[in-house]
């Protein structure tokens, strides 16, 4: 399968723990997006990197969120002192940088905070 | 900052059944504009976009939308709905102007289609 790939797929952890997401875009894709879905609603954006320059981070990724991309190829995603209301899926999509600019969805990573 | 309506939470119709779902967007600036589809249990795909041109834009398994930029709105439609198309369908849209490729999303519309 060469689509997006996202581990682990869920993750149960309780209050206050940390947790890491990884994200593996499509290999040639220079563009890569986190975006975080809960229940009913579509996704919201968190952050994007082009190669492995964050370029853009909402307002939604407060201080506890980091989010690297180290060799402009995977992706991770921390949340430090996780919070019940971190609970939803978190998405990554990947594109490239020109042209169709169109983003491909991985399956996402279900995160629950107990 | 761009928004994306869609009012329509859930729909329910019956096999052979037409589909017009509504997506309204908000932005002064130019837009590119998406319908991405969530079968149950599988990650979102790309059903169509508009970036220019024609404003009728055809997508996979039959589906259409058709940019009114006056109106602001991108509907997805499809003639003849099959039990296949149950699933959950997001209206996105994009800021070209700004270079911003960051996605916006509406909150989503789940299809059921009954055989």
């Known amino acids: 399968d060469t689509g997006v790939s996202q581990d682990p797929r869920h993750k149960i952890t309780k209050r206050g723990q940390n947790v890491t997401f990884r994200c593996d875009p499509i290999?040639?894709?220079?563009?890569l997006y986190w975006y975080r879905q809960t229940l009913g609603q579509g996704p919201e954006f968190l952050t994007y990197f082009q190669n492995e320059a964050q370029l853009e981070k909402s307002r939604l990724l407060s201080d506890r969120f980091s989010a690297e991309r180290p060799k402009g190829s995977f992706s991770t995603l921390e949340i430090q002192r996780t919070e019940q209301g971190d609970s939803a899926m978190y998405l990554c999509?990947?594109?490239?940088?020109?042209?169709?600019?169109?983003?491909?969805f991985g399956p996402g990573t279900r995160l629950t905070v107990l | 900052a761009q928004s994306v309506s869609q009012h329509n939470h859930h729909v329910i119709l019956s096999e052979a059944a037409s589909l017009e779902l509504g997506c309204n967007y908000s932005?002064?600036?130019?837009?590119?504009l998406f319908w991405y589809v969530q079968y149950p249990g599988q990650h979102l795909q790309l059903l169509l976009k508009y970036f220019s041109g024609d404003p009728l834009v055809k997508g996979i398994k039959g589906f259409e939308a058709e940019f009114i930029k006056s109106k602001f709105s991108f509907n997805l439609r499809k003639p003849s709905v099959q039990w296949s198309d149950t699933a959950e369908y997001f209206c996105a849209v994009n800021a070209k102007d700004t270079g911003r490729r960051a996605l916006t999303f509406g909150s989503g519309t789940r299809l059921q289609v009954q055989p």
């Open positions: 290999s040639e894709h220079n563009r």
């Open positions: 999509a990947s594109s490239l940088a020109e042209g169709a600019q169109e983003q491909f």
């Open positions: 932005y002064g600036g130019t837009v590119n």
